[in-house]
């Protein structure tokens, strides 16, 4: 059996109990958002367009085989002591180039308002549904495929989590609009990338996963 197949289809998922990641109550979540551009977002702002190359994403195409703009929402953030390096590694991976203004991306914290049941793809769950940890670092479209069977498999649950690929297995969490319920009305951090707040921590995660950063000299 290859290690990253195709999903296996509802009726073989619906036959396993899930393993679930529970983020509790309190649960500090980052994300790295672009606030200007061509499709700018709000901190708190599932993107309903899709799918896109995001790994986990679980929009359904449309009659043409097309992204749309329907009810499912997607937001990606990372919890944890490495947040910060994760999202930066995640959101630049493309390039490999850490650009402080292109976009006026956001750095934002905020912390959840109730607790989200997320489906655990960091162990052995991920084996066992025939996937493998293969769906972290694989195909982005077959792991969309896998996201879009797994979300309606399990309708209680509200994410996935995951371990980035990209930044040492540190969580990586892809939250369905499921979890609407749980994102508060304000916000703890919002502070644009190139604030020289953040030069610090920018130029070091560069460093460690060896990316470029641009027009860091001039802060």
Not at 23 to 40: A, C, K, N, Q, V
Not at 193 to 201: C, G, I
Request: aromatic share 10%.
């Amino acid at each position: 059996m290859a290690k990253f197949p195709e999903p296996p289809g509802l009726s073989d998922l619906q036959r396993l109990k899930p393993a679930i990641k529970l983020l509790e109550t309190g649960t500090r979540m980052y994300r790295i958002f672009r606030s200007g551009g061509d499709h700018p977002m709000g901190w708190n702002a599932f993107r309903f367009f899709g799918p896109t190359s995001a790994r986990f994403d679980h929009h359904l195409v449309d009659s043409q085989g097309e992204p749309e703009v329907a009810q499912r929402g997607i937001m990606y953030c990372a919890a944890g002591e490495k947040a910060v390096p994760t999202c930066l590694a995640e959101v630049f991976q493309g390039t490999k180039s850490i650009n402080r203004r292109d976009g006026s991306p956001v750095l934002c914290v905020f912390t959840l308002t109730a607790p989200l049941s997320l489906i655990d793809l960091s162990g052995p769950f991920a084996t066992k549904i025939g996937a493998s940890t293969a769906i972290s670092s694989g195909s982005r479209i077959r792991a969309q495929r896998w996201a879009q069977q797994l979300y309606d498999a399990f309708p209680e649950a509200e994410g996935i989590y995951s371990g980035s690929s990209m930044y040492g297995y540190q969580p990586a969490i892809a939250l369905f609009e499921r979890s609407v319920n749980a994102i508060p009305t304000t916000v703890n951090l919002h502070r644009q990338l190139d604030d020289p707040e953040l030069k610090s921590v920018i130029v070091r995660t560069a460093w460690d996963i060896g990316y470029t950063v641009v027009d860091i000299d001039d802060v």
